[in-house]
């Protein structure tokens, strides 16, 4: 039995009204109860509606993720990275350049000649 092409938007209709379903039970408020009820009838009754239930719901789940991104990873930045760059430049040790004071350049010369052995089990 193929599926009607407007599945995904019924099944979005229905994440959401179940979703306030359980903030009801959660929180008591009745708010959350007319929610569910509007949602789901307007997406059951209609299908242009339920389309854009699921259009609106798709939006604003690319707009939260595009945030939630963003503060996680300045988070991260600021409490992981910047400490570790701190503490490295208050011990005065930098391991990440291995400068020879005499020579010019970090250049070495490799004379080696590849061969197929070389590119096999690369890892």
């Known amino acids: 039995m193929p599926m009607s092409p407007n599945y995904k938007s019924k099944e979005t209709v229905l994440v959401i009204t179940v979703g306030c379903i359980v903030l009801y039970l959660v ?14 009838l307007a997406g059951v009754l ?12 798709g939006k604003l789940s690319f707009i939260m993720g595009e945030i939630t991104n963003r503060i996680l990873l300045t988070i991260i930045f600021l409490l992981v990275v910047t400490p570790v760059g701190l503490i490295r430049r208050l011990r005065k040790k930098n391991s990440l350049t291995y400068f020879d004071k005499n020579a010019t350049s970090n ?3 490799r004379d080696h000649s ?6 096999e089990n690369t890892w």
Do not use: H, Q, T
Request: aromatic fraction near 26%.
């Open 46 to 57: 209609s299908f242009y509606l339920s389309e854009k239930i699921d259009w609106v719901w």
């Open 27 to 40: 929180f008591k408020n009745r708010v959350f109860l007319y929610c569910a009820l509007v949602i789901g």
């Open 114 to 119: 590849f061969d197929k052995k070389d590119l």
């Open 107 to 109: 250049f070495s010369v």
